[in-house]
């Protein structure tokens, strides 16, 4: 199946010179998503993870289902104040802003095989983010997982030294 045809190029947003990938006509392709999920758990599986961590809001489209079809946990990463219990924070920059992240602290610990996952890897500062608060709790980074890659932006530069896998590149 071609889930390519699933994604949207909407120019100039959210921001004027940003291309943005609207992923949603692929979740409302219920044998389309579904495909989605199975390639990209797939790609995931043969690094032996224990947890699947992923980033509101897009990589909640792909971090629990994935989880899901895995049979591991699910660690959300939530903005600023969103999350009741002690949090891990870290800062991060994407291609048109900055923000923060936040962890459970007790949501990972030392010995937990971390997925990072999320849509899209751009310029790799949501993912390095990520990658840093599993490190920080003492879990290892078994792979950087993404639905597609934009190559051009270097995303996979910045998280040198860790395996990084994709269902799509463009």
Do not use: W
């Not at 895995?70 to 219990?85: A, D, E, M, N």
């Amino acid at each position: 199946m071609d889930i390519e045809k699933y994604i949207t190029e909407v120019p100039d947003f959210p921001k004027k010179g940003i291309l943005f990938y609207d992923i949603t006509p692929l979740m409302g392709n219920p044998q389309a998503y579904r495909n989605a999920i199975s390639e990209m758990g797939k790609l995931i599986k043969s690094f032996s993870p224990t947890k699947i961590m992923a980033a509101e809001s897009r990589g909640f489209f792909f971090g629990p289902p994935i989880a899901i079809e895995l049979g591991l946990p699910f660690v959300p990463i939530r903005k600023k104040g969103k999350l009741p219990r002690k949090t891990l924070e870290v800062g991060y920059s994407l291609e048109y802003a900055t923000d923060m992240l936040c962890v459970h602290c007790d949501d990972i610990s030392a010995g937990d095989k971390i997925v990072v996952l999320d849509d899209i890897l751009a310029t790799g500062g949501t993912a390095t983010a990520m990658c840093d608060m599993a490190e920080k709790l003492g879990a290892e980074v078994v792979c950087c997982a993404f639905f597609m890659e934009l190559l051009a932006l270097g995303g996979r530069e910045k998280l040198s030294g860790r395996k990084v896998v994709s269902l799509l590149q463009r």
